[in-house]
């Protein structure tokens, strides 16, 4: 039984480098000034997606009957729909608002340097460098992740029913899918950032490409995930 509750853990962590997880938490963590609230960002994200994910399969387990087909294509859609929403935001952000910025330390403590956004209409403080940061997303992320967890329950409740002899070992291994999971998206949020910090330090003039850059991936993977099931249904190619 260790060795099938450790797949499902090593199966999670896997899950979360999905090219559409990536593309949420992409969006998610454009404009955090450190790693560290890149990471917190990554976890609740991850925390919501177990929970949906332990919540979807309690249900179809106990109730004993799967998930209509046609429910699970419409919760990929609200996924993907979700994308385009998020991806749009990353847009308004980059190109509505005013990309500015500046370093400066909070409290005597490390100096650091990150861009932020505001609108056109707007003027900063007296003091340019003593404002708070935008407020951590968490409940966002969180709300995110449910849906990605939704989107993701069908197949993952058939694997785990095929796999297992009884309720109580399919839960379990649902819940070391989602630990793994959360632990993927928090090293996935981690490796995001980095890339973006450096550009805001090196190369500060082409962030904002860099942000629509992250806003278009996510369109185009919810387009995507809307689109598949019009374009391969049946498993062949309908246009």
């Known amino acids: 039984m260790g060795y099938f509750l450790i797949i499902g853990f090593v199966l999670g962590l896997r899950h979360a480098f999905d090219a559409d997880h990536i593309a949420a938490v992409m969006t998610l963590i454009l404009g955090r000034p450190t790693r560290r609230e ?13 929970l949906m994910l332990l919540v979807a399969s309690a249900i179809v387990l106990f109730g ?30 980059a190109f509505v608002t005013r990309l500015h910025g500046h370093g400066h330390r909070h409290g ?8 932020h956004s ?8 007296d003091d340019p460098h003593a404002h708070a940061h935008t407020p951590l997303t968490l409940g966002r992320a969180c709300a995110v992740g449910l ?4 989107a993701g329950s069908a197949a993952l409740i058939l694997l785990s029913v095929a796999a297992t002899p009884s309720i109580g070992l399919a839960l379990l291994y649902v819940v070391f899918f ?7 998206m928090a090293l996935v949020a981690l490796l995001l950032a ?15 490409l860099a942000h629509a850059a992250a ?25």
Do not use: N
């Open 147 to 150: 849906v990605h967890g939704l």
């Open 38 to 50: 890149s990471v917190r960002i990554g976890i609740a994200w991850g925390f919501g997606h177990a």
């Open 215 to 239: 806003g278009c991936m996510s369109i185009a993977l919810g387009a995507w995930l809307i689109l598949e099931p019009l374009l391969f249904s049946g498993g062949a190619v309908t246009g």
């Open 194 to 208: 980095i890339p973006f910090r450096y550009c805001e330090m090196a190369h500060p003039g082409r962030l904002k």
């Open 178 to 184: 989602g630990v793994g999971t959360l632990a993927g």
């Open 64 to 93: 004993g009957q799967g998930i209509d087909p046609r429910y699970a294509t419409l919760f990929e859609s609200a996924a993907g729909a979700m994308l385009i929403v998020l991806g749009l935001d990353v847009l308004r952000r």
């Open 118 to 125: 505001h609108d056109s209409g707007s003027a900063h403080d």
């Open 108 to 115: 005597g403590k490390t100096y650091h340097y990150h861009f």
